[in-house]
């Protein structure tokens, strides 16, 4: 009775082609790059996406300030109903007004939501310059665009492994088509009696 001895290779098959070995190789290189390779990158991804989001909406809250102002007045009416289906408020574009201590009243026109009425307190985010600015990027956004990039950065890995599988798979096939061409071009004569 023989025993194998771990590490040793098995004996050669005269069946297996050399296509079929790179296959098996390929498939183990694919399973690893799918389970390992596909959610390190999507990690990566997404710790440079949030590292970069965060110092952008660090940036935005440097630059940006909040003040409290009164609605004097609309600019323009278009979007001013509140969506049904969705149950969300429109805004539209309304004129308001704030006195900054130790300055004159100062105006600008920007978006307030729906159903605000003239007289009414709003936020208004404004940037270094005075111009209004939609509010800075706030810690769930930040998450967000984390998560989205490493989740397509994850399925681009994968969809590349998956790709080069399938070219590996195609090549393999047409190599082992002509390999049983070439086979079946030597054994035919044989089997059917006709001559090469």
């Not at 005269?14 to 790059?33: C, G, H, K, M, Q």
């Not at 323009?76 to 004159?104: C, I, K, N």
């Not at 798979?169 to 082992?176: F, Q, T």
């Amino acid at each position: 009775m023989r025993t194998m001895v771990r590490g040793r290779r098995r004996p050669p098959n005269p069946l297996r082609r050399r296509s079929d070995v790179v296959e098996a190789w390929t498939v183990l290189a694919v399973a690893v790059l799918l389970w390992v390779g596909a959610p390190v990158a999507g990690v990566v991804t997404a710790w440079w996406a949030h590292d970069e989001a965060r110092t952008v909406a660090a940036e935005q809250r440097a630059e940006r300030r909040l003040v409290r102002a009164e609605v004097v007045g609309r600019a323009s009416l278009s979007g001013s109903s509140s969506s049904v289906q969705s149950g969300t408020l429109h805004s539209y574009r309304a004129t308001v007004r704030w006195t900054e201590p130790g300055e004159a009243p100062r105006t600008v026109t920007t978006r307030v939501p729906s159903g605000t009425r003239a007289g009414e307190k709003v936020d208004v985010w404004l940037d270094s310059r005075g111009r209004s600015v939609p509010p800075p990027v706030d810690g769930a956004a930040v998450w967000h665009y984390a998560v989205t990039f490493g989740l397509c950065a994850a399925g681009g890995a994968a969809a590349v492994v998956l790709g080069a599988h399938w070219a590996v798979r195609r090549v393999a096939m047409r190599r082992r088509l002509a390999e049983w061409e070439e086979a079946w071009a030597r054994t035919e004569p044989e089997w059917t009696r006709r001559r090469a």
